[in-house]
């Protein structure tokens, strides 16, 4: 700050309104950048505020759809086991079937019997000494064992073919509640897409409010800085008008205390820019003598 004492009354009132002017300046403009600031801080937190509410938001969804996504996997596995479960009736099923497959047991039992009827037959009525009846029935009672052995098989394929119908209609219960699984995977996993959806494009806008956001607190703290510039400015302006005051000040009381010394009553009749000439016009003498010329 420039030496005060140095200049004149007339100088020192000239730099109190220049003074006070800037003083004046720098507070509009740090009152108008306050302000500026102020709005942006509440768009910050407004966003901010809308972003805390997008984010339970989005929470729920991905709640809600990591749940439908539990329950799609569950039916899923319920249908991949009763899938399986078929798969392995129907395989066997064909071993079943395969055991069986071009063996024509029942056509060799009917050949079986008419043969046996025939050496019966020809034993019956054909003459023969005793050693070719004898061989007859010794053929006749081989062909009955095989008859019977052949029989006995008849009925297990019987047995089988009753087992492969009730296989058929396992299978056919299985596929069904596989289907019915399906359907139930498919409904969730809708679902959980729609959700999915939902959180993603959540998400989206609640990267667009941070970045809002932190564009509005990037600029806030810009004007904010310049507001507080403005304001150490008029704050060192300030210092500079109370200095000035002081100054002036201090010389009407010291000029005031010379007058009422010399007891001077013309001090009555003097305005502000007699005084401030009085002043001007004496002060080196009052600094160096300590009297004045009051020119009366």
């Known amino acids: 700050m420039d030496d005060l004492t140095s200049l004149t009354s007339r100088e020192l009132k000239g730099e109190l309104r220049k003074a006070e002017e800037k003083y004046r300046q720098?507070?509009?403009?740090?009152?108008?950048?306050?302000?500026k600031a102020k709005?942006?801080?509440?768009?910050r937190d407004m966003l901010n505020e809308e972003k805390k509410k997008l984010?339970?938001?989005?929470?729920?969804?991905?709640?809600?759809?990591?749940?439908?996504?539990?329950k799609m996997k569950e039916h899923k596995k319920r249908r991949t086991e009763y899938q399986q479960q078929a798969r392995e009736l129907i395989k066997?099923?064909?071993?079943?079937?395969?055991?069986?497959?071009?063996?024509s047991i029942f056509l060799k039992a009917e050949e079986l019997k008419l043969e046996i009827r025939r050496l019966e037959y020809e034993q019956e009525t054909v003459p023969m000494d005793p050693k070719e009846e004898e061989r007859i029935i010794n053929e006749i009672k081989e062909k009955r064992k095989e008859y019977e052995r052949l029989k006995a098989q008849l009925e297990e394929q019987q047995s089988v073919e009753i087992d492969l119908e009730n296989l058929d209609k396992a299978i056919s219960?299985?596929?069904?509640?596989a289907d019915k699984e399906h359907e139930m995977v498919v409904k969730y996993y809708k679902e959980s897409q729609e959700y999915h959806n939902k959180f993603v494009k959540l998400v989206e806008e609640i990267a667009k409010l941070i970045n809002e956001a932190n564009q509005k607190h990037k600029e806030y703290l810009e004007i904010k800085r310049r507001a507080d510039e403005y304001h150490r400015k008029a704050?060192?302006?300030?210092?500079?008008i109370l200095a000035i005051r002081k100054e002036r000040r201090e010389r009407y009381e010291k000029a005031m205390k010379m007058l009422e010394e010399f007891n001077i009553k013309a001090r009555k009749f003097m305005d502000e820019e007699e005084l401030d000439k009085f002043i001007e016009e004496n002060m080196e003498k009052?600094?160096?003598e300590g009297k004045i010329s009051i020119g009366l």
Request: aromatic share 4%.
């Open 26 to 35: 720098l507070c509009e403009k740090r009152d108008e950048l306050n302000q």
């Open 39 to 43: 709005l942006l801080r509440e768009e």
């Open 55 to 70: 984010i339970e938001e989005m929470k729920k969804a991905k709640e809600t759809r990591d749940q439908l996504v539990a």
């Open 92 to 103: 066997k099923k064909r071993e079943q079937r395969g055991k069986y497959r071009g063996n």
């Open 173 to 177: 219960q299985l596929f069904e509640l």
């Open 235 to 240: 704050m060192e302006m300030r210092g500079k």
């Open 286 to 288: 009052l600094k160096k």
